[in-house]
């Protein structure tokens, strides 16, 4: 038959059937074979890659501002994750409450854990937990790539020509990294250090040899004692650091606490903005992608670690007002 359906028909071939249990049997036949594989993502700096890789749109089931490691599936992230014709999730123990959910799913539909690709040894853990990687890997753009081209090759066997898309983002890639350097190598020796509410930095670090500190551990799940806090206050008055940094997906109770610690050794500390960490910035705008997310924190943190960087960032698109 020919496709001359209204554009309500438009569904994607999972939804259809899924739907087809309820309609009634004089419902039309449609022509499904058309529809484009429906792809769904756990997190935003996923979906992200997969949309730049297909063109498409690609559903990512936790939205700006929310936290992956205590994030809980909902009954309609299930019925999302059951429809789709591939699913891309992080891996490396972020979507902690996902890992059932994830092995049940991945006996009928493709699963890619887009960063358990990422070659071990490339990979940060903490010395205490050694058999933990650190799954902030999106902060290393090489990494990033690395799980960009394993999205990819799940996108190919879909059917999805990424070969031209791919290119256009290592090209993207490149670019991000020299403004990156750039920008970053404008801030004083000396305060080129990151103090944050948790751990999500530590391949920022690694990627641009600057020194990492969060107040919580790797997972926001952990409670940050007393004692960090005392340690990271004496970190901000010895080396004058004039700035610590908030969270768009974190409680920024204990960064006050730093300030207030810091105030009363007469050392005057801002917040020196607020950081993408787990979660990118609002649908739709630039530093809701994740390129635009990067070029948010790098300019954020050399403006207020005293650098130079333009105020709307690497290519003027960043939000003057963040
Ligand atoms: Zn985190």
Sequence with gaps: MSRTATPSFALSRRALLAGLASLPLAAPALHASAAAPAITATTGMIADLARRLTG??????????????????????ILALSRADLI????LNLEAQFTDVMADLSRRTPVLAVAETIPKDRLLSDPAYPDRPDPHVWFDPDLWLIAA???AAALEEQGFDTGARLAGLRADVAALQTYCAATLATVPEPARVLVTAHDAFAYFGRAHGWQVE??????????????????????????RIPAVFVESSVSDRTIRALI????????????????????MGPDGSYEGTWIGMIDHNVTTIARALGGDAPERGMVGKLDAGT
């Excluded at 690609?58 to 929310?66: C, D, H, K």
């Excluded at 891309?88 to 891996?91: D, F, V």
């Excluded at 107040?215 to 940050?224: C, F, L, P, V, Y």
């Design 88 to 91: 891309l999730w992080h891996g």
């Design 56 to 77: 498409g749109p690609v559903s990512a089931l936790m939205g700006p501002g929310m936290d992956p490691h205590g994030y809980r599936p909902t009954r309609s992230d």
């Design 260 to 279: 207030e610690g810091a105030d009363a050794q007469g050392h005057y500390v801002t917040i020196g903005g607020e950081l993408f960490s787990d979660a």
């Design 149 to 151: 081209e394993s999205i």
């Design 214 to 239: 969060g107040i919580q551990g790797i997972s926001t799940e952990s409670e940050a004692g007393l004692a960090r806090i005392g340690e990271l206050v004496d970190l901000l008055v010895s080396r």
